[in-house]
């Protein structure tokens, strides 16, 4: 069963705090996504990576920073946590192939006080 | 850059009644998906449609992509309880761009 693991179900953080989400596949896929989820707004893309080492800036990537070190980790940073970013993180890979769909993490909420 | 639009944002229906969402692509897509959340669940991939003018069946769901590659539907005959959930269309590019969704309510 393919898996797209988050490291945090829930997060409340403070403001300011740097706050960093984990999301590890195991489907040796190269492509991650990290997407917010507001009510009435769908799903917003933050960052995506095609490969190791590589990123591309989403739709609102302001306030937010990646990392992918290892081909199954993307990790999501927050440098200095707003209450604005309180919202639901989702994560999701796909193969580099097109045509082929997203498998998407359980979702970290977070609220930030 | 692509933006894939979803209406309506918010539909309630009788169980047994039909329900339909439309999405619309400002540029012309190689192809779109459709995925399901559940509530308090991620999205999860329903169906994809590459060629124009496609309809593809999945028991009570129908989908069609448009002739000029740029608009989709979905249409659910007979709602059940278990249709729930926000309905999202996706072009797929070098990323995937996700439509705004559509929230389904099932009245039993």
């Known amino acids: 069963d393919v898996k797209v693991t988050q490291s945090s179900r829930y997060l409340v953080k403070r403001t300011g705090e740097k706050v960093f989400l984990e999301c590890v596949q195991d489907m040796d896929h190269e492509n991650m996504f990290w997407y917010r989820q507001d009510p009435g707004l769908g799903l917003r893309l933050i960052y995506f990576s095609y490969d190791v080492k590589m990123k591309e800036k989403g739709d609102i990537p302001e306030g937010y920073s990646v990392s992918r070190e290892k081909k199954e980790r993307f990790s999501l940073i927050l440098e200095s946590a707003s209450t604005n970013q309180t919202s639901m993180y989702l994560c999701a890979s796909s193969p580099r192939i097109r045509g082929r769909e997203a498998f998407f993490g359980q979702g970290t909420r977070l609220t930030v006080v | 850059g692509q933006q894939v639009m979803q209406i309506p944002q918010y539909q309630h229906v009788q169980e047994g009644e039909d329900f339909t969402t439309y999405c619309n692509s400002s540029?012309?897509?190689?192809?779109i998906q459709w995925y399901k959340q559940r509530p308090g669940g991620h999205p999860v991939f329903l169906i994809q449609?590459?060629?124009?003018?496609e309809v593809k069946k999945q028991k009570r769901l129908t989908f069609q992509f448009g002739e000029a590659k740029k608009n989709s539907s979905l249409h659910i005959t007979a709602t059940q309880t278990t249709d729930v959930g926000t309905y999202f269309c996706?072009?797929?590019?070098?990323?995937?761009?996700f439509g705004t969704g559509t929230s389904l309510t099932v009245i039993p």
């Open positions: 540029t012309t897509l190689s192809n």
């Open positions: 449609l590459v060629k124009s003018g």
């Open positions: 996706a072009g797929h590019g070098n990323q995937f761009y």
